[in-house]
């Protein structure tokens, strides 16, 4: 499965790269979990959160079923 939360975050990543920002993958958790670390001006952005649960989980959830949720890491 972490081959195909890598594709699909390799949809979002352009979007949070335009804005000075990227992200990264840590884990993918047997429980459907997805862990990942925004990095750049994504990283100490307001609106990170907002942008993790509309933009990149929705894509992630949307194309994965198996993944219930992604959460931010240090």
């Known amino acids: 499965m972490r081959e195909r939360v890598e594709a699909a975050l390799a949809k979002v990543r352009p979007a949070l790269q335009a804005d000075g920002g990227d992200i990264e993958l ?14 750049g001006a994504c990283g100490g952005c307001p609106m990170a959160k907002i942008t993790l649960k509309n933009g990149v989980e929705r894509v992630l959830t949307a194309e ?8 931010e890491v240090e």
């Open 26 to 39: 840590v884990n993918v958790r047997e429980d459907g979990v997805v862990e990942v670390r925004l990095k």
């Open 64 to 71: 994965i079923p198996e993944v219930k949720e992604v959460i």
